[in-house]
Structure formats: C-alpha cells, structure tokens
C-alpha cells in the first residue's frame, strides 16, 4: 500500500504561482508512475501531469502545457507540481496519484492510489 498526501492549495489570483506538493509513504520502493489530476466541481477528473520513476519523462495536456511543471524527489518521496501563469479555469480539487507501472496512461482509472486532494482556487 501506497500512502499519499497532498499539500500547498490555496487562493491566489489570476497569473499567480502555486506550488503543489504530495508526500509518500507505505510501500514507495518499486517503479512507480506518479501524475497530478483535478476535478473542478461537477466536472470529470482531469489529467494535469505525470512523470517517470526516474523523471526523465513528463507528460502534459494542451491546457497547462508550459506553466506547470511536474518533477519528483525519490529520496525524499515526494512529487511536486509547480504552476505559474494560474487561470481561474485551473480552480479545481488537485489530487496527487500513484500508478505501479512503467507505461503511462492518461485515465485516473488507471492509477491504483490517490491522496485526499488540495484545494486550487484561482481569482479573477
């Protein structure tokens, strides 16, 4: 088992700087594929980032391409994901995710475990 928690949500207005961070433990050791979701109210979860075991590949939508930025720090197991240039679309529930497998996949189904999530909003 797999423990996640995530931390670093809050308000902040529109062009502003977050930094999101989700902190492991359980059974960490293993390849783990590791992403960052949200889910704004009445809406579907949404794949925001993922990253590689070794984090030497991340994968983004359209949406948040070239302001948010996934990276992870295995010897302190934690994941992070840094978002600048924030929109009041980016207002959402962040969840922090955990996949054991090397492939990475899109879908929240696929993710074995999850964190409690971390409150985003974003002002105009």
């Known amino acids: 088992q797999v423990q996640l928690v995530e931390s670093g949500g809050g308000l902040v207005q529109a062009g502003g700087s977050l930094r999101l961070s989700c902190a492991a433990s359980?059974?960490?050791?293993?390849?783990?594929?590791m992403a960052w979701f949200r889910q704004a109210p009445g809406k579907e979860r949404f794949f925001v980032a993922a990253?590689?075991?070794?984090?030497?590949?991340?994968y983004y939508p359209d949406a948040v391409k070239g302001r948010f930025t996934i990276s992870r720090d295995n010897a302190k197991n934690t994941l992070y994901l840094q978002m600048n240039s924030l929109k009041p679309e980016d207002t959402a529930v962040y969840y922090c995710a955990a996949r054991k497998s090397s492939k990475f996949m899109a879908s929240p189904l696929e993710y074995d475990y999850w964190g409690q999530g971390t409150q985003v909003t974003v002002s105009s």
């Open positions: 990253i590689t075991w070794s984090g030497s590949s991340t």
């Open positions: 359980g059974r960490t050791s293993g390849n783990y594929y």
